[in-house]
């Protein structure tokens, strides 16, 4: 990339720090800035266009461009820009935001409390948690469990929670109270000669195991993506949702369902937790909610959770946590107007409907001699590539570098290339997307 002297890029990397970002690369490069988008296609200041088959961050469901959001986000500001939900206030579309989510939540729950983004939203989840085992006069129970390669945000909570070492690294995280179990990654973490089922109750006689460890009166929940999204897009075997949750229920352990990339239809069902049959007693949402069009997030928890924490308000006085832009009427009515479109638009059957051919699509990629293996469900795959060497790392990213340069725009998870187009995606637009991929990975050795 040419960087000219005052140009925008240069602007940009004199002043902007960047996330997932080499600070001296950017410096050196500049970053690829983005002017336009509209549909699953984005455009840069030069001009050029491109499919965003990630939709931005695994998260613009509707599209980019959407005038139905620009106009209720516009409506809002308009009407009232802004209030809090402190101190017993509220607003309109935060309670009926709050009302359709409990509506549409696949196991019953109770209440919805509304955050910025799936990070705020985890790390609120671990403050729930401690609050409850205190009000439950439990103060030892406060462990967490999360999962290796899981991905649950970057506070200091969450990180802890997430299981991806670039995420810990100089950091010093995890925080004590996370411990992190077993990867459902069969490929990757079977031994010689296990079968599917094999290394599932494997994975749960781990669980078990850990927590007989730790002491069963210690672990306050176990948290997991239906299916792992940044740590690879990684397709838990059939029954390993099962098993996790007869070892949970045995200790009477919550769990939580992290639906932030799963959740609003990327699975082809609305939430990952129907897909891979997870009841769960909270869930965290993003992403999908609002589209990204405004940071929004929420997490929604049953009635067992729920009223421990209610009834320590009301011994306390006041539940001590919050956020300035919590239940932001603006994110609040677009997150409602962008879910209207998801519904009213059949973006969850159209996930479903396009599968099996973005499945295949994939399969074939990974049939290429570079390939190792494809994972995939619903509308969100990932290609593993098999480097060897000095290529080992840098595989994947010359995958997505090729096909930057072909106008798509794709996300390295180490040697993985990862695919989330968004949900509007038409038959031929798929098409499109992988014919790139076939073109951009017959160009590349190692």
């Given at each position: 990339?040419?960087?000219q002297?005052?140009s925008?890029e240069a602007?940009?990397?004199?002043?902007?720090?960047?996330s997932?970002?080499?600070?001296?690369t950017l410096?050196?490069?500049?970053?690829l800035?983005?002017?336009?988008?509209?549909?699953?296609?984005?455009?840069?200041?030069?001009?050029?266009?491109?499919i965003?088959?990630?939709?931005?961050?695994?998260s613009?469901a509707?599209?980019f461009?959407?005038?139905?959001?620009?106009?209720?986000?516009?409506?809002?500001?308009?009407?009232l820009?802004?209030?809090?939900?402190f101190?017993?206030r509220?607003?309109?579309?935060?309670?009926?935001?709050?009302e359709?989510?409990?509506?549409?939540?696949p196991?019953?729950?109770?209440?919805?409390?509304?955050?910025n983004?799936?990070?705020?939203?985890?790390d609120?989840?671990?403050?729930?948690?401690?609050?409850?085992?205190?009000?439950?006069?439990?103060?030892?129970?406060?462990?967490?469990?999360?999962?290796i390669?899981?991905?649950?945000g970057?506070?200091?909570a969450?990180?802890?929670?997430?299981?991806l070492p670039?995420?810990?690294m100089?950091?010093?995280?995890p925080i004590?109270?996370?411990?992190?179990?077993?990867?459902?990654?069969y490929?990757?973490?079977?031994?010689?000669?296990?079968?599917?089922?094999?290394?599932?109750?494997?994975?749960a006689?781990?669980?078990?195991?850990?927590?007989?460890?730790?002491?069963?009166d210690?672990?306050?929940g176990f948290?997991?993506?239906p299916?792992m999204?940044?740590?690879?897009?990684?397709?838990?075997?059939?029954g390993?949702?099962?098993a996790?949750?007869?070892?949970?229920?045995?200790?009477?352990?919550?769990?939580?369902?992290?639906?932030?990339?799963?959740?609003?239809?990327r699975?082809?069902?609305?939430?990952g937790?129907?897909?891979?049959g997870?009841?769960?007693?909270?869930?965290?949402?993003?992403?999908?909610?609002?589209?990204?069009?405004?940071?929004?997030?929420?997490?929604?928890?049953?009635?067992?959770?729920y009223?421990?924490?209610?009834?320590?308000?009301a011994?306390?006085?006041?539940?001590?946590?919050?956020?300035t832009?919590?239940g932001?009427?603006?994110?609040?009515a677009?997150?409602l107007?962008?879910?209207?479109?998801?519904e009213?638009?059949?973006l969850?059957g159209?996930?479903?409907?396009l599968?099996?051919?973005?499945l295949?699509?994939l399969?074939?990629?990974?049939e290429?001699?570079?390939?190792?293996?494809?994972?995939?469900i619903?509308?969100?795959?990932?290609l593993?590539?098999?480097?060897?060497?000095?290529?080992?790392?840098?595989?994947?990213?010359?995958?997505?570098?090729?096909?930057?340069?072909?106008?798509?725009?794709l996300?390295?998870?180490?040697?993985s290339?990862?695919?989330?187009?968004?949900?509007?995606?038409t038959?031929?637009?798929?098409?499109?997307?992988?014919d790139?991929?076939?073109?951009?990975?017959?160009t590349?050795?190692?």
């Amino acid at each position: 990339m040419t960087v000219q002297p005052n140009s925008i890029e240069a602007r940009d990397a004199a002043y902007h720090m960047h996330s997932y970002t080499n600070a001296r690369t950017l410096e050196a490069e500049g970053p690829l800035i983005i002017e336009e988008g509209d549909g699953i296609y984005v455009t840069d200041n030069s001009g050029k266009r491109y499919i965003e088959g990630m939709s931005g961050l695994w998260s613009v469901a509707v599209g980019f461009g959407e005038d139905r959001l620009a106009k209720v986000a516009n409506d809002q500001m308009r009407k009232l820009p802004y209030y809090h939900t402190f101190a017993q206030r509220s607003h309109t579309p935060s309670a009926e935001l709050a009302e359709k989510l409990i509506q549409m939540a696949p196991v019953p729950m109770s209440k919805v409390y509304f955050t910025n983004s799936g990070s705020e939203a985890n790390d609120t989840m671990v403050k729930l948690l401690w609050y409850r085992s205190n009000a439950l006069g439990k103060p030892e129970k406060k462990k967490i469990i999360s999962r290796i390669k899981g991905y649950h945000g970057i506070t200091v909570a969450s990180g802890s929670l997430t299981g991806l070492p670039y995420n810990h690294m100089s950091f010093d995280l995890p925080i004590p109270q996370v411990m992190h179990a077993g990867c459902p990654h069969y490929s990757a973490f079977a031994r010689d000669g296990e079968t599917e089922a094999d290394f599932v109750a494997r994975l749960a006689r781990e669980l078990d195991d850990l927590i007989q460890t730790e002491g069963p009166d210690t672990i306050a929940g176990f948290i997991g993506e239906p299916v792992m999204g940044a740590g690879g897009v990684i397709v838990p075997p059939e029954g390993y949702w099962k098993a996790i949750q007869d070892v949970l229920k045995k200790y009477d352990i919550l769990l939580i369902a992290d639906e932030v990339i799963c959740g609003f239809g990327r699975t082809g069902q609305m939430f990952g937790s129907q897909t891979m049959g997870i009841e769960p007693d909270i869930m965290v949402m993003s992403k999908q909610l609002s589209s990204s069009y405004i940071p929004f997030s929420a997490l929604m928890m049953n009635d067992r959770t729920y009223q421990p924490i209610a009834d320590e308000t009301a011994r306390i006085g006041t539940f001590g946590h919050g956020f300035t832009g919590s239940g932001h009427p603006v994110g609040a009515a677009v997150s409602l107007e962008n879910l209207k479109i998801i519904e009213e638009r059949d973006l969850v059957g159209n996930a479903a409907r396009l599968s099996p051919l973005f499945l295949e699509r994939l399969n074939r990629l990974a049939e290429h001699d570079l390939a190792k293996e494809m994972r995939g469900i619903g509308l969100i795959g990932a290609l593993e590539l098999h480097p060897q060497g000095d290529a080992v790392g840098v595989a994947g990213p010359a995958l997505v570098n090729a096909c930057m340069e072909r106008g798509l725009i794709l996300r390295p998870l180490g040697d993985s290339v990862a695919f989330c187009p968004p949900l509007i995606i038409t038959e031929d637009q798929v098409n499109q997307m992988f014919d790139i991929v076939d073109d951009a990975i017959g160009t590349l050795s190692f």
